[in-house]
């Protein structure tokens, strides 16, 4: 039987199939290895969201343009004719019925207009699919400082429902820590905006203690970050601890390793000292704070 014919008798021989066969076919379909693009759409707390293949951008910012406005035109320019992942909700009411929650469930899912829109979307979707969700990324396009994000009420919001909803993960790109005064300073500013939310909203001893051995890091943390130092610890203020299901990342781009070999060589920094400081970074920009 040619499969573009329709059967004569009407019948769909696809939804014979076991239920479980069925799903199988709608995961290979419907998910992508780079995760769906969620928007609402039109983003008036509608709650009407739609999903799209996250497109591959191959262009890059200029020194001129802020990260976050290039990410948001190419985004716009890359979606304009772009169709939502899963055209099968339109074949038939059976299909949309069938898929509806696979793409949420089976997805990591990007949502590229800041954390509002997540929280939106949690709260449309049903909340016994909460416990289904994976790895989410959100982009914050807001300048925010390091004491406005651990004070802002979205985030605020997101870090809560983590603490309800264990099983998925925050991966929060946040590309306004890239953001520099000028080429000799950019990565002295970068470091000091990692090592307050290091301090202040992560409480990681651990990084904060890599970063703290050495002399001139030791000055970045004192000047910097506000904390009290006591050696050899390092006294944190503050109870409220950010949650861990939340991962920072300075940019979608990879460690800019040569800028900061170039601007870290400005300073008075020993080689040991600067080795350390780029395997740090490094591990920052891969596996976020």
Same mark, same amino acid.
């Given at each position: ?16 199939? %076991?239920?479980? &066969?069925?799903?199988?076919?709608? $995961?290979? *379909? ?6 769906? +693009?969620? @928007? #609402? ?84 979707? %049903?909340?016994? &699919?909460?416990?289904?969700?994976? $790895?989410? *990324? ?6 925010? +400082?390091? @004491? #406005? ?141």
């Amino acid at each position: 039987m040619d499969p573009s014919q329709r059967c004569p008798d009407g019948t769909c021989h696809f939804f014979q199939l %076991p239920a479980e &066969l069925r799903n199988i076919v709608y $995961e290979y *379909t419907l998910t992508n290895s780079k995760g769906v +693009l969620c @928007r #609402e759409e039109p983003s008036n707390n509608s709650g009407i969201f739609r999903f799209y293949a996250v497109p591959v951008i191959e262009k890059r910012p200029s020194r001129k343009e802020r990260e976050q406005d290039w990410y948001a035109a190419q985004l716009e320019k890359n979606l304009e004719m772009a169709m939502e992942i899963n055209q099968l909700k339109h074949v038939c009411r059976q299909l949309k019925e069938e898929t509806k929650n696979i793409v949420v469930c089976r997805n990591d899912i990007v949502f590229a207009c800041g954390p509002l829109d997540l929280l939106n979307f949690l709260e449309d979707v %049903p909340k016994t &699919l909460h416990s289904y969700l994976r $790895e989410i *990324t959100v982009w914050e396009h807001r300048p925010l +400082l390091v @004491r #406005e994000f651990i004070a802002d009420k979205c985030w605020r919001m997101i870090a809560h429902l983590c603490e309800e909803h264990d099983a998925f993960t925050i991966r929060m790109i946040w590309p306004s820590l890239m953001e520099k005064k000028s080429i000799h300073t950019c990565s002295c500013w970068i470091i000091r905006k990692i090592v307050a939310l290091a301090v202040h909203a992560r409480k990681d001893r651990t990084l904060i203690s890599k970063m703290s051995d050495v002399g001139w890091w030791r000055n970045i943390l004192l000047r910097t970050a506000a904390i009290a130092h006591v050696d050899p610890k390092i006294v944190i203020q503050g109870e409220w601890k950010w949650s861990g299901s939340i991962k920072m990342f300075p940019s979608h781009e990879p460690f800019p390793e040569h800028r900061f070999r170039l601007c870290l060589a400005l300073h008075p920094i020993q080689e040991q000292e600067l080795e350390k400081c780029i395997v740090t970074m490094k591990k920052v920009f891969e596996d976020g704070i």
